[in-house]
């Protein structure tokens, strides 16, 4: 399992992208695997044919651990002698069939091994003592027999599954079942308190949850229920900008090799209006209110696993030209699933463009720590008076929420204001 970041100390096995017994180039993606910040395709070091698989698809290992062994082309069997070749101290993946004793050691890390008792991988385990879900009662549906991330779910969502006593606890924390005999229903969690967990019918489909979508759910619920929002709504007459933008735009994408979107001149607008409203450019530090020096715009992307929030550093230094080449490359990569954790920390404030899906007003969650985040809307033409006359004119809304424990409305609205004033200048 590779480290994908300095604070990284495990991964979960998101998808195998090779099965046991087909050939494998040398840094042809091998597996994926995904952290609480991001999902990367992992390349093989090795070529070879790919033996036994270790880790399963859903479960999380520490960093360095055995995910699968490899044996060079023209083995016999994918247990190939260990003498065959030697892993890399730096690779995820073992060079060739490891020996029983080595093989077990490995398997202790991943796969749930028969010692005294079931040992449950530590997927299994983090999704027990989440639900206080006693192990011992369950029937696996893993290679023999092994309880699965997937059992888990299903006992959960079900219903069926029982409490652990605080023995069972203390034994499944180490990854061994206690005995039946110990495990005694837990008092059941304050009705005031108790989540509202959905059950699943016979017709329903049970989807995995990546690490990524448990990740948003984690902390839009942590954002949602810790930081005090508060929003408002400006509207922007974007007619010039528009017009602006139509007569640039080919010359533009020629010369510089992007298209030319309303977003880098949004977030151009938000880097002005911080040096405006250098407050709004902070973050809540419990005690105290922590004013960011650089403004490092986050720039919201959909993505087939979720919502990334990839990070322009220094946004306020970029011309309009370097903000669309650094968000154009920042799409491609999250896109491509390319995005490393220096792409996604250190963010100071967040731009999300929802108006490329056609909405026209939004209250966004805050994400922490920072202290604010602004929505762009679908530009659209209404009905708008200009010298006491009514003429169509297109329209930009734009949404802010701010956590107001670091800001008050009074400064949120100025900066919104000077947005709003900028866009409606363009072209300057």
């Known amino acids: 399992m590779p480290q994908l970041g300095e604070t990284v100390t495990e991964g979960t096995v998101g998808r195998w992208l090779k099965k046991t017994g087909e050939a494998i180039a040398k840094y042809e993606p091998l597996l994926e695997v995904e952290t609480d910040k991001v999902a990367s395709e992992i390349p093989s070091p090795f070529a070879g044919i790919v033996g036994e698989i270790l880790v399963q698809e859903g479960d999380t290992v520490p960093v360095g651990a055995t995910v699968c062994e490899i044996v060079e082309a023209g083995s016999s069997a994918p247990a190939a002698s260990s003498s065959t070749a030697k892993p890399s101290s730096e690779s995820p993946v073992a060079a060739a069939a490891p020996s029983a004793g080595a093989a077990g050691k490995e398997r202790s890390n991943a796969a749930p091994a028969q010692a005294n008792g079931v040992r449950y991988s530590p997927a299994v385990r983090k999704l027990a003592r989440e639900h206080q879900l006693d192990l011992g009662g369950l029937a696996g549906t893993g290679r023999a027999g092994r309880i699965t991330a997937r059992d888990v779910v299903k006992a959960v969502e079900s219903g069926v599954a029982t409490k652990f006593s605080p023995a069972a606890q203390v034994a499944q924390a180490s990854g061994a079942s206690a005995a039946p005999s110990q495990a005694r229903p837990a008092p059941a969690p304050s009705p005031a308190h108790a989540p509202v967990l959905a059950h699943a019918g016979d017709d329903d489909t049970i989807i995995r949850l990546s690490t990524m979508r448990k990740t948003i759910a984690e902390r839009m619920t942590q954002a949602a229920t810790t930081i005090p929002h508060a929003w408002c709504m400006m509207e922007a007459d974007v007619t010039e900008l528009s017009r602006w933008r139509d007569r640039e735009k080919a010359a533009f994408k020629a010369r510089e090799g992007v ?117 762009m809307e679908a530009v659209v033409k209404r009905p708008w008076v200009v010298n006491d006359a009514i003429a169509i004119r297109s329209i930009m809304n734009l949404c802010l929420c701010l956590d107001h424990r670091v800001l008050d409305g009074a400064v949120a609205s100025r900066f919104l204001g000077s947005v709003k004033k900028t866009l409606e200048s363009y072209p300057q």
Do not use: F
Request: charged share 20%; glycine share 6%.
């Open 259 to 375: 298209n030319l979107t309303y977003l880098p001149i949004v977030v151009q607008a938000v880097c002005r209006a911080l040096k405006e409203n250098p407050l709004v450019n902070s973050a809540w530090g419990g005690d105290h209110v922590i004013q960011r020096k650089h403004i490092n715009v986050g720039i919201a992307i959909d993505v087939e696993e979720g919502l990334v929030v990839p990070v322009v550093r220094d946004a306020d230094r970029l011309s309009l030209a370097g903000l669309a080449q650094s968000i154009s490359e920042l799409v491609d990569k999250a896109r491509r699933r390319r995005l490393t954790m220096p792409d996604l920390t250190d963010g100071t404030i967040t731009v999300d463009n929802t108006g490329a899906l056609g909405n026209v007003a939004s209250v966004p969650i805050i994400n922490p720590p920072q202290a604010a985040i602004i929505t």
